[in-house]
């Protein structure tokens, strides 16, 4: 659904008494890592960021990192987002002398998303997802591991990894944030469609349910065809398909935690048999569902 390209990602250090800036014109995200930070957004309030937060920008306004225990800026420093110079991994520290006061994962991307760009324009500038440095999601851990040893251990296929975990990144934080609040995706499609928010809520909150494109118009208070050409129109893939995407998205994620045997989740998914489960799943990761905690682990 997000076709990323020319992807950058950054590993770094930020001393005290000391900024960097992050320009526009790319989308980017920022993970702390350790310490703390003041993050300054071009437009709005600045944002305190600790240990596990993660900020997400679609929109590529751009912001700038600073001590937030110094007044005083002593030194800027400026990221380098350009996919063009070839390092698409950097390992960076800015800083003055040996007083460190945050360590971070950073990293920038272009993408093309087609009929969701009226979703997007509909997203905040900044995407702020606050972790208790004790209670950082599995998923947001595992990822940053994984793109820290790719920005620090460059070799073959490094950058299609990069790629496709920067693009799960894109996909998990924008469903955290949007699962953070009942209401968040209702507000998010009055840009676009009340009516397809409505069957979009249906089908995250009973991924089981057989759902069938006459069912979710239903929902949606709309015509099957009308219905159909809306959805794909604002969501980017046709109902059934979004159906089977979210199902697997979320089969995923409990084959990983390693709570449930392949047939529960499978039964959770709302298949009617193992079999059937295992092909759509391997179709979608290309590896069967009995890999996936070995995989994940890996």
């Not at 751009?62 to 937030?68: F, I, L, Q, S």
């Not at 606050?130 to 073959?156: H, M, Y």
């Not at 934080?173 to 009055?190: C, F, H």
Request: aromatic share 8%; glycine share 10%.
């Amino acid at each position: 659904m997000v076709r990323l390209r020319g992807h950058v990602v950054i590993e770094g250090e930020l001393g005290a008494f000391t900024e960097a800036v992050f320009p526009p014109g790319r989308s980017s995200f920022l993970h702390m890592r350790d310490g703390e930070v003041v993050l300054l957004p071009r437009d709005g309030e600045p944002l305190l960021l600790q240990p596990g937060d993660f900020v997400f920008s679609l929109q590529a306004d751009g912001y700038t990192m600073r001590d937030g225990r110094c007044g005083e800026v002593r030194r800027t420093f400026k990221a380098n987002l350009s996919a063009r110079t070839g390092h698409q991994a950097q390992s960076v520290r800015w800083a003055i002398n040996s007083d460190i006061v945050g360590r971070f994962l950073a990293g920038a991307f272009s993408f093309d998303v087609g009929p969701l760009g009226s979703l997007i324009t509909g997203l905040p500038g900044l995407i702020h997802v606050k972790c208790n440095e004790s209670q950082v999601p599995q998923w947001l851990d595992s990822f940053s591991r994984v793109l820290i040893d790719e920005a620090t251990n460059v070799g073959p296929g490094s950058s299609i990894l990069m790629a496709l975990l920067i693009d799960l990144l894109v996909i998990r934080t924008l469903r955290t944030w949007i699962n953070g609040d009942g209401n968040r995706l209702d507000s998010l499609l009055e840009l676009t469609d009340k009516r397809i928010g409505r069957a979009l809520n249906a089908i995250h909150r009973n991924p089981e349910q057989a759902w069938t494109v006459e069912s979710l118009a239903e929902i949606a208070a709309m015509s099957r065809s009308n219905f159909s050409d809306r959805f794909t129109a604002t969501v980017g893939v046709s109902p059934l398909r979004y159906v089977t995407w979210w199902r697997l998205t979320l089969a995923a994620d409990w084959l990983r935690a390693g709570k449930l045997k392949v047939t529960e989740v499978a039964q959770a998914a709302g298949y009617g048999s193992e079999a059937a489960f295992s092909r759509a799943f391997k179709a979608q990761f290309g590896y069967p569902p009995r890999d996936s905690r070995r995989i994940a682990r890996s």
